[in-house]
Structure formats: C-alpha cells, structure tokens
C-alpha cells in the first residue's frame, strides 16, 4: 500500500515540475536569447571598432606619407579627414599634426586650438596630456600666467605622464612674466625632485644661477619655446655662471 502512495506522490511531483517547466520555459528562452543577442551585439561592436580603428590608422599613416612630401595643404586635409571620422585616439593625433602645420604657418592661435581639441578628444594621459603641455607652452607666451596654471596644474598632479614637464613649464611661465621669487622656489623644488628626469633639473639649475646672477632678462629671452619639439638636455656651458639653455616643448 505504501508503494502505492510513493508512486502517485512521485507522479504529483513529477506533474508539478513538468508544469512548472512549461510555464517557465518562455521566460528561460527569453533570458537565453537576450543573452545571445548581447553576445552577438557586443561582438559586432568589437569588430566594428576594430574596423574603424584600421580605417583611421590607415588614414593617418597616409596624412603623414603626404606630409613627408612636403605638401602640407593635402596633408592638412588629409589630417582633417581623420578628425571627421576616425577613432578617439587618431583623432587627437591628427589634430596634433594640425597644431604643428599652424605653428609652421605662424598661426598660434589655430595651433592652441587645435591642441586644446586634442587633449579633449583622448581619455589616454600620455596622447591628453601631451596636448594639454603644448597648448600650455604656446599660451606661455600668448596668454595669461593665470591662464596657463589653469592650464598646468592638472598636469603636475601625482601620477599624471608629463608632471615634471607641467612644473618645469610653470616655472618658466613665472619668468616669462616676471614673477622671479615664485620661480625660483618652483625650480629650487624641480631640482631635487625625485620624480623629475635629469635634463630638466639641469635645466632648473642652470636657470636658477642665471636668474641669481641678475640675468632676468636674458633667463626670460632664453625660456621662450618653441612650442612643438621635445625638451632636450642643455649643451654644456663654459662661461662660470651657466645661462639657461633653450628647453623646446614636447615633440609631435
């Protein structure tokens, strides 16, 4: 009798699963094919962005080859092509390019804006920031000692690629606008600072002796950039008092 009772109690339990299961069933499929489509769009996503990421290398390198040539006017287009539609990164890149074509024209303005464009168009430090120190060396000479720590102290923070470069450039703002005390104390710091590479606390040394020997001006002259090369390690100065060397900004 009892195996009577095991076998319908197992028989209800059966028949509950089964309906259960039938009336789950379009919410599990619903759930299996919304995963499936997720799959499928975030691969279709990939390979597009994967696509479009050759596109605008491959554009970019032909903007370059032209600009090789020599033939800026069909580089810049080129250049401008990239901007309209290639990816994030090539797009600041190409903006870049954009900036150092307007600076060879004499344009600072254009050059400012163009980087500005670019550091914006990035979310990688080492591509935005680079763009945010070159339109800072530019508005050195062009703007406001207001305007360019606005523009440098996001750079200087901990961690930030180009921080020692951003102080560097505060301090030689100071002197381009004849703050010389608050110079003095940015360079003094820049020239034992750990973090900071050897030719730039070569540099804020050689500035500092000029600057105490009473060549202010000199120091002035000598501390404006060209706005679109790399800083490069001072030449060795023979004169006792060395005078501050040329520091270029940043290479494209």
């Known amino acids: ?10 028989g209800l339990r059966r028949d509950r699963w089964v309906a259960i299961a039938k009336k789950s069933a379009p919410w599990v499929g ?4 919304g995963a499936l489509i997720l799959s499928l769009g975030y ?3 990939t390979a597009w962005q994967d696509q479009q990421m050759n596109k605008s290398s491959e554009a970019y390198n032909a903007a370059l080859e032209i600009a090789e040539t020599g033939d800026l006017e069909k580089a810049k287009a080129e250049y401008l092509k990239v901007v309209e539609t290639g990816s994030d990164g090539y797009k600041a890149l190409a903006l870049m390019q954009l900036a150092g074509i307007a600076l060879e024209d004499d344009k600072p303005a254009e050059a400012l804006k ?11 430090p080492l591509v935005s920031d680079q763009a945010a120190l070159k339109a800072a060396f530019i508005a050195i000479d062009t703007g406001s000692l207001d305007d360019v720590k606005k523009r440098l102290e996001p750079l200087m923070k901990d961690g930030r690629p180009y921080a020692p470069l951003a102080r560097e450039a505060l301090a030689m703002a100071k ?3 004849g703050d010389m005390a608050g110079a003095k104390t940015d360079l003094q710091l820049l020239s034992v600072s750990l973090d900071a590479p ?3 606390k070569q540099r804020a040394e050689a500035t500092l002796a000029a600057i105490d020997s009473g060549a202010a001006e000199a120091a002035r002259e000598a501390l404006k950039l060209p706005e679109a090369q790399l800083p490069q390690q001072p030449p060795a100065q023979s004169a006792p008092v060395p005078a501050p060397a040329p520091v270029p900004a940043p290479a494209q």
Do not use: T
């Open 198 to 200: 050897e030719g730039v």
């Open 114 to 124: 163009y980087f500005d464009d670019a550091a914006k168009a990035s979310s990688a």
């Open 1 to 10: 009798m009892s195996d009577i009772f095991e076998e319908a109690e197992e």
């Open 43 to 45: 691969w279709g996503y």
């Open 30 to 33: 619903g759930i299996l094919g």
């Open 175 to 177: 002197v381009q606008h």
